[in-house]
């Protein structure tokens, strides 16, 4: 590990001798007692400091009170990454209730879907954000919903629009609410926090029930694991309804007095001067970001003397850009990780100081947390174990398999969804987490595909993960995702979707030539692709959706057929 790192973890567990079970509210009031005056949310037109977030989420709190927001009910969010967001999901907290925040590249049938999937009693939304007009939208599609007057949605008793272009108007119009008193007894901490839709890459997003003390581990053994410094300053446009930046960005920070940088959506020079003018330490972003940024930092100047820290996960990618992004950025340290919201946040991850080829061809160790009361005997946050994907039967360690987990940031499954739950819960408190990987010798996990996203070609499976790490060795090549397609003859066939490297070029047949040198034939894809970055179809978090580009690759095939 990097000198200093011991330092600095010994710091943070000074401050948390032994972990005490708590709810987010009591440990953010912790907070505003040893932070109060330090930035809490940072942005160019508001600080909110530690004590500013207490008092407005107590102020909040009052006003869900008013409305009638009883302890296990649930509040829906959507709200994008304002500063008022953060005293808002305290406020909910505070009052005992089930944050669920909303994806806000949803759809109308989408949002509705999600607000009765969750069964929310209250709404606050964004009148408009960007070209969407919620608000107008759900008045068109679910009339009467701002007052709880609409048959599909039985549970919704009220709404809250919130309109940017006023954003202390929330705070204001709950000011003169009179309601009881807030009850004596705290918050348990094993209660459901929040409810966080999954990504939605494949089917319906089902939503995940992560507990108070669920939330906070993960905070903690992030911090510790990654040795955050008192102080740290994360930028990133990840948003809030998911847990790479309600996890890593904002909930850690509370662990060292941190701030988050939050932006409304991702535009490189956007990000890199918010680095440069609030003197950020640490970057998160996706893997598609994070090069957006290098490319951005290469043909403008910033100053990101203060960066130490990227941040970037959820795909894999070769060496030699990994090197281009520190150079380009000067920061000391890039992690990656792996996790899975149904886990919380990230269990694995890398470590201060390892190297570039640790950090392209593995997710990193299981994530060490080294408080007693935290995490298993060993100090980590999570065990491990391989599974046959097909039969289930335990694999021997050191094998490639089924990844399975258990530990305190396991969830409590899927909300109202006992027969989905049941399919990932294992006896024994164990989760599958539907990724085949092993961990190698050195302890590092190294990932070799999806079980839901492999595909049969000529009677063999394929994973396409590995086919993605074998083309993004290419110079030319700087993303890929591999697909299954249905085929007339083998049943399914791979289908290639690549992103070249800025200023180089391949032919479609090179692509395939390159694979075939590299791994047997019956992996090899049927059809490849070029799309640009900005053409991909992802998810909020920056996540490509290999269910939109199977759609895409058939109209391209049902229109290439049509013209022969």
Same mark, same amino acid.
């Given at each position: 590990m990097r000198p200093?790192t011991e330092?600095?973890r010994?710091a943070?567990?000074?401050r948390?001798p =032994?972990w005490? @079970?708590?709810s987010? $509210? #009591?440990? %953010?009031? &912790?907070?505003a007692?040893?932070?109060a005056?330090?930035p809490?949310?940072?942005?160019?037109?508001v600080?909110?400091?530690y004590?500013d977030v207490?008092?407005?989420?107590?102020?909040?709190?009052?006003?869900?009170?008013?409305?009638g927001?009883?302890?296990g009910?649930?509040?829906?969010?959507?709200?994008?990454?304002?500063?008022?967001?953060v005293?808002?999901l305290?406020?909910?907290w505070r009052v005992?209730?089930v944050?669920?925040?909303?994806?806000?590249l949803?759809?109308p049938?989408?949002?509705?879907?999600?607000?009765r999937?969750?069964?929310?009693?209250?709404?606050v939304?964004?009148?408009?954000f960007?070209?969407?007009q919620?608000?107008?939208?759900?008045?068109?599609?679910?009339?009467?919903?701002r007052?709880?007057?609409?048959?599909?949605?039985?549970?919704l008793?009220?709404?809250? =629009?919130f309109? @940017?272009?006023e954003? $202390? #108007?929330? %705070?204001? &119009?709950?000011?003169?609410?009179?309601?009881?008193p807030?009850?004596a007894?705290?918050?348990d901490p094993?209660?459901p926090?929040?409810i966080?839709?999954?990504s939605g890459?494949?089917?319906?997003?089902k939503g995940?029930?992560?507990?108070?003390d669920?939330?906070?581990?993960?905070?903690?053994?992030?911090a510790y694991?990654q040795a955050?410094?008192?102080?740290?300053?994360?930028?990133?446009?990840l948003?809030?309804?998911?847990?790479f930046?309600?996890?890593v960005?904002l909930?850690?920070?509370?662990?060292?007095?941190?701030?988050?940088?939050?932006?409304?959506?991702?535009?490189?020079?956007?990000?890199?001067r918010?680095?440069e003018r609030h003197r950020?330490?640490?970057l998160?972003?996706v893997p598609?970001?994070t090069i957006?940024?290098?490319?951005?930092?290469?043909?403008?100047?910033?100053?990101?003397?203060?960066l130490?820290?990227?941040?970037?996960?959820?795909?894999?990618?070769p060496?030699w850009?990994?090197?281009?992004?520190?150079?380009t950025?000067?920061?000391d340290?890039i992690?990656?990780s792996?996790?899975q919201?149904?886990?919380?946040?990230t269990?694995?991850?890398?470590?201060?100081?390892?190297?570039?080829?640790?950090?392209?061809?593995t997710?990193?160790?299981?994530?060490?947390?080294?408080v007693?009361?935290?995490a298993?005997?060993?100090?980590?946050?999570?065990q491990?174990?391989?599974i046959?994907?097909?039969?289930g039967?335990?694999?021997?360690?050191?094998?490639?398999?089924?990844i399975?987990t258990?530990g305190?940031m396991?969830s409590?499954?899927?909300?109202?969804?006992?027969e989905e739950?049941?399919?990932?819960m294992?006896?024994?408190?164990w989760?599958r987490?539907?990724?085949?990987?092993?961990f190698?010798?050195?302890?590092?996990?190294?990932?070799?595909?999806?079980?839901?996203?492999?595909?049969?070609?000529r009677?063999?499976?394929?994973?396409?993960?590995?086919?993605e790490q074998?083309?993004?060795t290419?110079?030319?090549?700087?993303?890929?995702?591999?697909?299954?397609?249905?085929?007339?003859?083998?049943?399914?066939?791979?289908?290639a979707?690549?992103?070249?490297?800025?200023g180089?070029?391949?032919e479609a047949?090179?692509?395939?030539d390159y694979?075939?040198?590299?791994?047997?034939?019956?992996?090899?894809?049927?059809d490849?692709?070029?799309?640009?970055d900005?053409?991909?179809?992802?998810?909020?978090?920056?996540k490509v959706?290999?269910?939109?580009?199977?759609?895409m690759a058939?109209k391209l095939?049902?229109e290439?057929?049509?013209a022969?």
């Amino acid at each position: 590990m990097r000198p200093g790192t011991e330092a600095k973890r010994r710091a943070i567990a000074l401050r948390h001798p =032994v972990w005490v @079970e708590q709810s987010l $509210d #009591a440990y %953010l009031d &912790r907070a505003a007692h040893d932070f109060a005056g330090e930035p809490m949310v940072l942005t160019d037109a508001v600080t909110l400091t530690y004590a500013d977030v207490a008092a407005q989420s107590r102020q909040i709190a009052q006003a869900l009170r008013g409305h009638g927001i009883a302890p296990g009910e649930r509040v829906g969010m959507v709200m994008a990454n304002h500063p008022i967001s953060v005293p808002l999901l305290f406020a909910i907290w505070r009052v005992g209730a089930v944050a669920v925040p909303m994806n806000t590249l949803y759809r109308p049938a989408e949002l509705e879907y999600a607000i009765r999937e969750a069964d929310c009693a209250l709404l606050v939304i964004m009148k408009s954000f960007g070209s969407r007009q919620y608000a107008a939208d759900l008045d068109h599609l679910v009339p009467g919903w701002r007052e709880g007057r609409n048959e599909s949605l039985p549970t919704l008793r009220a709404a809250i =629009v919130f309109d @940017e272009s006023e954003p $202390d #108007a929330l %705070l204001r &119009r709950q000011a003169g609410i009179e309601t009881d008193p807030p009850p004596a007894d705290p918050i348990d901490p094993h209660s459901p926090a929040v409810i966080m839709f999954t990504s939605g890459t494949t089917g319906s997003p089902k939503g995940v029930v992560q507990t108070h003390d669920n939330l906070l581990r993960a905070a903690y053994a992030g911090a510790y694991h990654q040795a955050f410094e008192q102080g740290r300053r994360a930028v990133f446009s990840l948003p809030l309804y998911h847990s790479f930046g309600l996890v890593v960005g904002l909930l850690s920070g509370l662990i060292v007095g941190g701030a988050i940088v939050p932006l409304l959506k991702f535009e490189p020079d956007a990000i890199l001067r918010a680095v440069e003018r609030h003197r950020a330490t640490f970057l998160m972003g996706v893997p598609t970001m994070t090069i957006a940024l290098m490319e951005q930092a290469k043909i403008q100047h910033y100053d990101l003397s203060s960066l130490t820290a990227i941040h970037s996960a959820a795909a894999p990618t070769p060496s030699w850009v990994w090197r281009d992004i520190q150079e380009t950025l000067g920061c000391d340290e890039i992690f990656t990780s792996y996790g899975q919201t149904e886990t919380t946040a990230t269990i694995i991850c890398t470590l201060p100081g390892d190297p570039i080829e640790i950090v392209s061809s593995t997710q990193g160790r299981v994530v060490e947390a080294g408080v007693a009361g935290i995490a298993q005997e060993d100090g980590r946050i999570a065990q491990f174990k391989m599974i046959d994907p097909e039969t289930g039967e335990d694999v021997p360690w050191g094998s490639a398999g089924e990844i399975c987990t258990r530990g305190p940031m396991n969830s409590l499954g899927y909300f109202r969804r006992p027969e989905e739950t049941a399919k990932i819960m294992l006896p024994g408190g164990w989760i599958r987490m539907g990724d085949l990987g092993q961990f190698r010798d050195d302890g590092n996990l190294f990932l070799t595909g999806r079980s839901k996203e492999l595909y049969k070609s000529r009677g063999e499976l394929v994973s396409p993960k590995e086919l993605e790490q074998v083309l993004t060795t290419h110079p030319a090549i700087s993303q890929a995702f591999l697909i299954g397609m249905p085929d007339d003859r083998w049943g399914e066939c791979g289908c290639a979707w690549i992103v070249l490297t800025p200023g180089e070029q391949i032919e479609a047949q090179a692509v395939i030539d390159y694979l075939g040198e590299r791994v047997a034939r019956y992996k090899l894809p049927r059809d490849v692709w070029f799309v640009e970055d900005a053409d991909l179809p992802k998810t909020g978090t920056g996540k490509v959706q290999k269910n939109v580009l199977q759609q895409m690759a058939a109209k391209l095939i049902e229109e290439i057929a049509h013209a022969g």
